[in-house]
T-cell receptor, first 110, second 113 residues
Framework: EDQVTQSPEALRLQEGESSSLNCSYT??????LFWYRQDPGKGPEFLFT???AGEEKEKERLKATLTKKESFLHITAPKPEDSATYLC???????????FGAGTTVTVRA | DGGITQSPKYLFRKEGQNVTLSCEQN?????MYWYRQDPGQGLRLIYY???????QKGDIAEGYSVSREKKESFPLTVTSAQKNPTAFYLC????????????FGPGTRLTVL
């Protein structure tokens, strides 16, 4: 069974204080690893897809990286508007479903 | 604007009632999904459908039913058999054969009174 563990559960940052979120996964093969951002009371918003170890993707202050066992979401010089819950999900080959972690809730204080 | 719409945003149900949550997409996506989100837990898959008139159970299908009569629509019925239905319900869709990113609707919060 696919398993996704995200850490920490919550992260409080000062504006400008860079940090990283971790997503550890166990899956029989990897079709893709997905990062989403979710604001309170809203649906998840797609951020990145990573397919193979060594791959990196960036969007504004966010950078996602992938190894064979985990992915990191780096937040560089965060702003209060980066406050959200960040979700990680994996997809196995020949499988249409995503297996999600519980998320990391990030709070950035001005 | 292309996207996924869910209605209603908030829904209250009395015990013993069936309720139906709406999900519509105009993205021309083939596959549609229903997830349930509870505090402190990851999203859990209820049902999914890859093509019209076909759907499969996800990990927690008991107490739920779906239909897929049109490509654009994938309604979810929460039946009285679902013992703990209070949750945030999310609908998603994706183009099969592509990068498989799932795009989500805004969600429906269901509360049992």
């Amino acid at each position: 069974e696919d398993q996704v563990t995200q850490s920490p559960e919550a992260l409080r940052l000062q504006e400008g204080e860079s940090s990283s979120l971790n997503c550890s996964y166990t899956v029989s093969g990897l079709r893709g690893l997905f990062w989403y951002r979710q604001d309170p009371g809203k649906g998840p918003e797609f951020l990145f897809t990573l397919y193979s170890a060594g791959e990196e993707k960036e969007k504004e202050r966010l950078k996602a990286t992938l190894t064979k066992k985990e992915s990191f979401l780096h937040i560089t010089a965060p702003k209060p508007e980066d406050s959200a819950t960040y979700l990680c999900a994996v997809q196995a080959p020949n499988d249409y479903k995503l297996s999600f972690g519980a998320g990391t809730t990030v709070t950035v204080r001005a | 604007d292309g996207g996924i719409t869910q209605s209603p945003k908030y829904l209250f149900r009395k015990e013993g009632q069936n309720v139906t949550l709406s999900c519509e997409q105009n993205l021309n996506h083939d596959a549609m999904y229903w997830y349930r989100q509870d505090p402190g837990q990851g999203l859990r898959l209820i049902y999914y459908s890859q093509i019209v008139n076909d759907f499969q159970k996800g990990d927690i299908a008991e107490g739920y039913s779906v239909s897929r009569e049109k490509k654009e629509s994938f309604p979810l019925t929460v039946t009285s058999a679902q013992k703990n239905p209070t949750a945030f319900y999310l609908c998603a869709s994706t183009l099969t054969g592509q990068n498989n990113e799932q795009f989500f609707g805004p969600g429906t919060r269901l509360t049992v009174l």
